[in-house]
């Protein structure tokens, strides 16, 4: 399982395929996503983390978003649940070993039997993460790809969370998809919890701005360039408009805050 912000007007996510490809022709490389937005780390850790329960539960999964590229930061690979995550050690790969239930062994990518010499200070997904991953999916062990490492080192980041009080729901934008969905860090539980009534109306208060948003279960149940709340496939809480995008109708970007309510009476 592969998952980056390269992008792929570049070379470089199929010059990570060529090396899985040469090193363990026989192993299957499903590509998850190489769009996650430049340098973004918290996104890439959540999409990973979202993944991991429909994935095999014997997966490596290679993930490369990694602005520390060539400084201290560690290439590490870390063992959880009986898969692997192969990437830098910046919190990326946090969230998706606790999904896991927990990192249990973890190692340096740091054996001159694994990494590629001379090694780029900047495409460690080649040189270091790539031929990582392609020796674990082939049967490898994680201790010939180098020195041990105490999981509880590891860099982990937080998940999203909202704040809660009564009639009242604070959360932030932490994505928004090519539809223009802007997907929110709360869920339904969310709402209930803080007594906000998760059928009818609701508002969203977005800075200075305040939106009404219908409460529905899909697409189809609101009228066309209405905008609403629903539950997505993550199962948090999205802001979407049927036919078009709420990102760009309601100019919502990731990271703004959002505080969902019931209206008052």
């Known amino acids: 399982m592969f998952l980056s912000d390269y992008g792929l007007d570049d070379e470089f996510v199929g010059v990570c395929h060529a090396v899985l490809a040469r090193l363990a022709p026989d192993v299957r490389v499903i590509d998850l996503t190489h769009g996650i937005p430049p340098r973004d780390i918290a996104r890439g850790a959540i999409v990973l983390a979202d993944v991991v329960p429909h994935a095999p539960p014997n997966s490596v999964f290679l993930a490369v978003v990694d602005p520390g590229v060539g400084s201290a930061r560690l290439p590490v690979a870390v063992e959880a649940g009986g898969a692997f995550l192969v990437g830098p050690d910046n919190g990326l790969l946090s969230l998706a070993w606790e999904e896991l239930g927990g990192a249990r062994r973890a ?44 999981p509880a080192r590891l860099e982990r980041i937080s998940p999203p969370t909202p704040t809660l009080e009564p009639g009242v729901v604070r959360c932030h934008v932490i ?59 993550s199962g948090r809480l999205a802001i979407v408009v049927n036919g078009g995008s709420a990102a760009d109708a309601l100019n919502l970007k990731v990271g703004e805050s959002v505080e969902v309510r019931r209206p008052r009476r």
């Open 175 to 233: 994505g928004i998809d090519r539809f223009g969905n802007v997907q929110l860090s709360a869920r339904d539980d969310d709402l209930r919890r803080a007594e906000v009534d998760p059928v009818g109306e609701l508002v969203a208060q977005v800075g200075d701005r305040t939106l009404t948003l219908g409460r529905v279960r899909t697409f189809s149940d609101i009228s066309e360039g209405n905008p609403a709340l629903i539950q997505d496939s």
């Open 107 to 150: 190692a340096v990518i740091d054996s001159e039997q694994i990494v590629r010499l001379p090694m780029s200070e900047t495409f460690h997904g080649r040189d270091v993460f790539a031929p990582a991953a392609a020796q674990l999916a082939a049967g490898g062990s994680l201790a010939a790809l180098g020195s041990e490492l105490d």
